[in-house]
């Protein structure tokens, strides 16, 4: 497990469970990659100066670690 900021966790929930967001280039974001947490998707909106992300495997295995096993996901019936 990794120390990361209250910040980045929100982020690393909002990934695994919204999927690809853009958000601007920062040093939080870029640690989250480095860590190998989450993996920029090639998509850019440089008006904005961010990046779309997404979450990773290593980034679902550091959920998991610290709030356990996520529900099963709903399917329509």
Known sequence: ???????SLS????????GPRF???SVSMRRLE???LVAGTGRSD???????YEITDAGRVELE???GP??????NI
Not at 1 to 7: D, E, F, G, Q, T
Not at 11 to 18: C, E, F, V
Not at 70 to 75: C, K, N
């Open 70 to 75: 996520s529900p099963p996901a709903l399917t």
């Open 46 to 52: 440089p008006a904005a100066n961010s990046v779309e």
């Open 1 to 7: 497990m990794h120390k990361l900021a209250p910040s």
């Open 65 to 67: 670690e610290r709030y």
């Open 34 to 36: 480095t860590l190998g």
């Open 11 to 18: 982020r690393l929930q909002a990934l695994s469970t919204l």
């Open 23 to 25: 958000y601007q280039i």
